[in-house]
């Protein structure tokens, strides 16, 4: 069974429920998007058939660019509160109490709000080619859920420098990080992340259920109260001058290399 919806394609296949992201030409998040992506995780967490869930792309070499700026140029505070509800609060409340294994099959490139998308599934499979970043000080937003929990996955002093210099850095950094779980060979990220989720999806269903509810307690460490303050502080820097500066710069050279395209 494949669904095609605006943007995205949801389909089963082997009692694995696999969610492609289909926004090109880089899966910008926006709030019709991301309602999309909510639905398909309710759907497939209460679908007794799916026994795990895979998170990937369509758009060959981009898994997800973030969130789409247009609401922050256009000085909507509303817009940018309700991607950041989405996204931040709904998505990670859902992940918590999904009750089946989710795995992010990152394809290539990875930002900001992708990078949030990924590291909140349970593994994270990555293309060994793919390039990731948290680019949002250079564009005048705050990388705000992510002071939440990278320190933890990879330290203070690497999480700061991943944070505010911006830098890319490739997918087998990642793995060395702990960002990644595993690394697939070009092309074949989808077929890895399939293959896991096979793994997974054989052990007894009630018992996997238990145990990551167990771990995610456990792993919660008020993770989820952190989120609410992340939305705030994300909010109160993009409501600065140099913030709204900065994003107008941005979207601007975006408009212009696709006129040039």
Known sequence: MTQSLRFLRYSIIDGIAEILMDNGPVNALSVPMLDELLACFETAATDDSVRAIIL???????????????????????GVRALLERLYTRFTDLQYRLGK???AAVNGTARGGGMTLSI??????????????????DVGLLPAIHFAHL??????HRAFDLLFTGRTFGAPEAFELGLVSRLAAPGTVLAEAHSLAQVLAAKPPRVLKMAREAFMRECDSDYRRGVAAAVENFCNVAATPESKAAIAAFVERQEQRRQKR
């Open 56 to 78: 990937g792309s369509a758009v060959p070499g981009r898994f997800c660019a973030g969130l789409d700026l247009k609401a922050f140029a256009n000085d909507d505070t509303d």
């Open 101 to 103: 294994p989710s795995i």
């Open 120 to 137: 909140s599934c349970d593994m994270v499979v990555a293309d060994s080619g793919a390039d990731l970043g948290y680019p949002e000080i």
């Open 151 to 156: 320190p933890r996955i990879v330290g203070r």
